[in-house]
């Protein structure tokens, strides 16, 4: 028996998948081996589209996006930066609690396979940078200003 190659397995899945004439037979065919290397290919949502019968199969592009947030130290959790892929609505965790280094050069890997990525923002953060934006503006009094206000009045 020859083993054959996982490009070359690829390949046949996605010609048995995508032909035109297995769109019109019983995807119910399908081994559950079949099925998880058709949601690898395609994404879950088409896969398990793709297993009921009651429907013929069309294929659909699966949205995808991802998400990264920080989560603050509390009293009884390790804070950090996540990172979610949501794809078609399903959200799934691909770093919990990490570093930024971490959480970023996830970003960047997938940005350059074209998901969309976006930083989450919570209330607390939108509170949190405005506030710093304030104290950034404010100049702080120095110690000749004070002591020229407590001179105002002395005269000689």
């Known amino acids: 028996m020859t083993e054959i190659s996982d490009e070359e397995l690829e390949r046949r899945m996605r010609a048995k998948l995508f032909s035109a004439d297995f769109r019109g037979n019983d995807p119910s065919k399908l081994t559950e081996t ?8 395609m994404g879950n949502s088409n896969a398990q ?6 429907r013929p199969f069309r294929y659909r592009a699966p949205l995808v996006t991802a998400e990264y947030y920080h989560t603050p130290d509390g ?21 919990d609690r990490g570093t930024w280094r971490e959480v970023s050069t996830k970003v960047r890997e997938l940005s350059e396979k074209n998901i ?21 503006g404010v100049k702080k009094a120095g110690n000749r200003g ?11």
């Open 75 to 95: 009293e009884y959790h390790r804070g950090g930066w996540s990172l979610d892929l949501i794809e078609d609505g399903v959200r799934r965790k691909l770093i």
């Open 49 to 54: 589209r793709l297993a009921r019968s009651d």
């Open 146 to 156: 004070a002591i020229m206000n407590r001179l105002k009045e002395f005269r000689l």
């Open 34 to 41: 079949e099925l998880k290397i058709a949601a690898k290919l």
């Open 116 to 136: 969309n990525v976006k930083k989450f923002e919570t209330e607390r953060m939108v509170a949190e940078a405005e506030r710093r934006r304030v104290d950034a």
